[in-house]
């Protein structure tokens, strides 16, 4: 090759490493995605089975599939988060949370632009017409379609608390089977006995749908042990671990355990400094507590 | 008489890669070639025989100087019509039988399909190749392919034979064959134009050699004045040693 | 004389298929059909209808991938190996011209690449059908196009092997087929982030890139969305067989005046 060839093509690959990295660096902090497993699923995954090829085949697959549902909630429609420059803008997703565990990005707008907002011309009108698209927020398919898809998601990597969860959500508020849901829970826990998030699933399951505070309890006690245990809790594990505290006290306090059910949310609101849901139910526990006995103004542990 | 084949102060010269000299591998190459004449094309190795044929096919382009073919430009798709092409190496698809490449090869010259079902049993026989029809041509010997390479090359009976190392890989009983081939279409008036080593085969085919070297021609001479060199040389081979006995041949 | 030249390409495409066919490719394609039933077959087995949205992603997936290597890989080889087995000489030496060769290889890898898409598509289709998902417009629109597509990855691969490395040519025609989507979603997402000279650099780049990403509407099948509008088919034609016609320009302007 001659040398001016050479350095043409040098060139060209300078260039084109630059172009790369120039987008690379716009495209980074714009696709920041949650970590799909917390840290404990991660650790487990690491530590309780060797990380041999089908592990780690089987720990993609079901990232995989967990996308996946995302895609099928949507229809297949693709929605993205604001870029850095939009949200100086001041524009927000919009909190978009079926509920559950399926918290999703699809309060951003669409991945393929609205014609008024397109700079593509024809092909943007192409791709508007030959791609899932609509224009507005985000309307979901049937929830209950995606219950299979989580069981294989269990299936293929029985360490997916995630899956577990949302799973049982999904069965108890639209198929209406919360025992199905208990059943998968109970499944999770054996596989999981040290997840946060599946206890406190089990024990808002007792507590939601049969009132069954009594066997709730323990079920939150052991989400807060097992919360404790880990030092560094992930978006869902802290979640978790928050609301365990904040349903235990709501249970002691449903069983009319109202000093229980203080030093619960007192304890809570020190461990999750953030949630403050805990806050408010101390608050009204505390409130209860002064309204049956005005003269006694003395806390549950004897401190003023 | 009117020339078949005519090149006038060809040169070819391949770019050498960076840091390299230019090849001159053809250097004002001029020859003619008459119609009904049966020409043998020798040099040394690295001569310019084989890029002064590519040249006449078409496959490389002259740097300058012209090549003429049946009248036509060398390479142009009316001159190939009436050229027959063996190539030095003969590669053929090998996933093919001998049959299915001639029937390939006879479908690119135009050639019919109810008189290729004919011709290609008339070839197959004429080339040696009766038996082995059906077989498959990674399992065919080089003389074998050569053989078919041959049989590709007077389909559809051209005007002019151009024949790159024409005794490559051929047994005695193939050269035999060859001879036979290319004295039927000197019998008919056809124009025959053969690179080769063998020179006791040049000698016992050709009416006129054409000497290169370094890209040039060195001389030309009819077999019958080559012959007629008594006491000087005694055979085409004496005669080519004197003339490029420097050269490993 | 011009059903001649047609009949000439034809013939050197039959050739490649042939090889194809005697170097035992097409039973490759039969196994990696024989792949898509069983993924597909394994998800069946839930009998849970909601799967079935999976099963046609996954084969349809699959066929997207196979279908594009199976392309590139074909093309990419077409003539390095007549090049580097001196094969065409025989062929050139006959009234065929350099076009008409290139032209021949064209058909050649279209009819393979033909064959074992709509392979997968019977095979996938048999399928669907078999577990009760009737096939749409939808389904038939994504044929079509797939098919489109196959024009533009042949052309553009088969050019490309006239100016690079066989492997060059595999990495770079597969990362512009595979990457074509990811190119689009970037370049969607950082335009408006870019100052005005970088914006018409990567405005250019996307007008220029061939959009392969816009000839897979698998999607619109899995989720069961209606028929494109059949405008959309037409300009999607339109820009394949454009960019067919300039890679084969482009190609020919190489192969014309290459020294074999």
């Known amino acids: 090759m001659r040398l001016w ?12 490493a630059a172009f790369a990295g120039m987008l690379s660096r716009k495209v980074e902090p714009a696709l920041a995605t949650t970590a799909g497993f917390g840290g404990e699923e991660l650790h487990h995954a690491s530590h309780s089975m060797p990380m041999t090829l089908l592990g780690q085949f089987r720990t993609n697959l079901d990232a995989y599939l967990w ?19 939009e949200r100086t803008k001041g524009m927000r997703e919009h909190e978009h949370d079926i509920g559950g565990f399926a918290k999703h990005p699809c309060g951003g707008p669409t991945l393929i632009p609205p014609k008024e907002k397109d700079w593509r011309g024809v092909f943007g009108e192409l791709e508007r017409n030959l791609q899932p698209y609509r224009p507005g927020p985000a309307r979901h398919s049937d929830p209950q379609e995606l219950i299979p898809w989580y069981r294989i998601q269990t299936m293929i990597n029985p360490l997916d608390v995630n899956a577990y969860a949302t799973c049982a959500f999904f069965l108890t508020d639209f198929a209406k089977e919360p025992e199905k849901a208990l059943a998968f829970l109970e499944e999770g826990i054996e596989k999981n006995p ?20 009594d066997q709730a309890i323990p079920c939150f006690q052991k989400a807060i042990a097992a919360g404790k245990e880990i030092q560094v809790r992930d978006e869902a594990q802290e979640k978790a671990f928050g609301d365990a ?25 020190a461990e999750c400094a953030t949630n403050n849901l805990i806050r408010v139910i101390y608050r009204v526990i505390k409130k209860e507590i002064d309204e049956n006995s005005p003269s006694n103004t003395t806390e549950p542990n004897g401190q003023q | ?10 040169r070819v010269v391949f770019k050498g890669s960076s840091g390299q000299k230019k090849i001159v591998a053809v250097d004002d190459l001029s020859l003619r070639v008459n119609q009904g004449e049966v020409v043998g094309f020798i040099g040394p190795n690295g001569a310019g025989k084989t890029t002064t044929i590519k040249v006449l096919m078409g496959f490389i382009f002259p740097t300058s100087g012209k090549a003429k073919v049946l009248g036509y430009e060398a390479g142009s798709k009316m001159a190939k019509s009436r050229t027959g092409y063996l190539p030095e190496v003969a590669l053929y698809y090998p996933f093919m039988t001998a049959e299915e490449i001639l029937r390939l090869y006879g479908r690119l010259q135009g050639i019919g399909k109810k008189e290729l079902s004919e011709l290609i049993p008339r070839l197959i026989s004429r080339a040696g190749l009766s038996g082995f029809e059906q077989l498959r041509l990674k399992n065919f010997s080089r003389g074998m392919l050569q053989r078919v390479g041959l049989a590709q090359a007077i389909m559809g009976d051209p005007d002019l034979l151009v024949l790159d190392e024409v005794t490559s890989g051929l047994d005695p009983v193939g050269r035999r064959d060859l001879r036979n081939i290319l004295k039927d279409f000197r019998s008919r008036g056809k124009t025959v134009f053969f690179s080769s080593h063998e020179l ?34 005694g055979s085409l081979e004496d005669y080519f040693v004197e003339v490029v006995g420097h050269k490993v041949t | 004389m011009e059903a001649a030249v047609g009949f000439k390409e034809l013939t050197i495409g039959w050739a490649s298929l042939l090889e194809a066919i005697r170097r035992k490719d097409i039973y490759v394609m039969l196994i990696l059909s024989g792949i898509i039933i069983a993924v597909t077959g394994i998800f069946n087995a839930f009998d849970v209808p909601e799967l079935r949205k ?8 699959i066929i997207n991938v196979f279908t594009v290597i199976i392309a590139v890989l074909v093309s990419a080889r077409q003539l390095p190996y007549e090049l580097e087995h001196r094969t065409l000489y025989p062929m050139l030496a006959k009234p065929v011209g350099r076009f008409q060769f290139l032209m021949g290889k064209f058909v050649g890898t279209m009819g393979l690449s033909s064959a074992a898409l709509f392979m997968f598509l019977a095979v996938a289709s048999v399928v669907f059908v078999g577990f009760g998902t009737p096939l749409g417009g939808m389904f038939f ?27 060059a040519n595999v990495t770079i025609s597969l990362l512009l087929c595979m990457g074509a989507s990811m190119f689009t979603r970037t370049v969607i997402i950082v335009h408006d982030s870019l100052s005005p000279w970088q914006q018409k650099l990567i405005t250019a780049a996307y007008w220029i890139f061939p959009h392969l990403d816009l000839f897979d509407v698998s999607k619109r099948v899995i989720h069961g969305w209606l028929p494109a509008p059949s405008w959309t088919l037409a300009v999607m034609t339109l820009y394949a067989l454009i960019y067919t016609g300039i890679f084969l320009g482009l190609g020919h302007l190489r192969f014309r005046r290459l020294p074999l």
């Open chain 3, 54 to 61: 999976f099963m046609m992603d996954v084969s349809l997936s």
């Open chain 1, 5 to 16: 060839k050479k350095l043409l093509v040098g060139a060209a690959c300078i260039a084109l």
């Open chain 3, 141 to 167: 629109q994504y044929m079509y196009l797939r098919w489109v597509s196959l024009f533009l990855i042949c052309s553009m691969t088969l050019c490309l092997s006239l100016v690079l490395t066989h492997a």
């Open chain 1, 67 to 85: 996308l996946k549902t995302i895609d099928y909630l949507h229809n297949g429609i693709a929605y993205r988060p604001y870029t850095t420059v």
């Open chain 2, 1 to 10: 008489m009117r020339p078949v084949l005519e090149t006038e102060h060809l």
């Open chain 1, 245 to 269: 505290y904040l349903f235990l006290a709501r249970a002691y306090r449903e069983r009319g355990e109202l000093d229980a059910a203080l030093r619960t949310a007192k304890e809570g609101m």
């Open chain 2, 200 to 233: 006791s085969e040049v000698a016992k085919l050709c009416d006129r050699v054409i000497l290169i070297d370094e890209g040039r021609v060195i001389q030309e001479k009819s077999m019958q004045e080559i012959l007629e060199m008594e006491g000087k040389q």
């Open chain 1, 194 to 213: 040290h997840s946060p998030v599946l206890h406190q699933a089990i024990g808002q399951l007792y507590f939601d749908k049969w009132k069954r505070y």
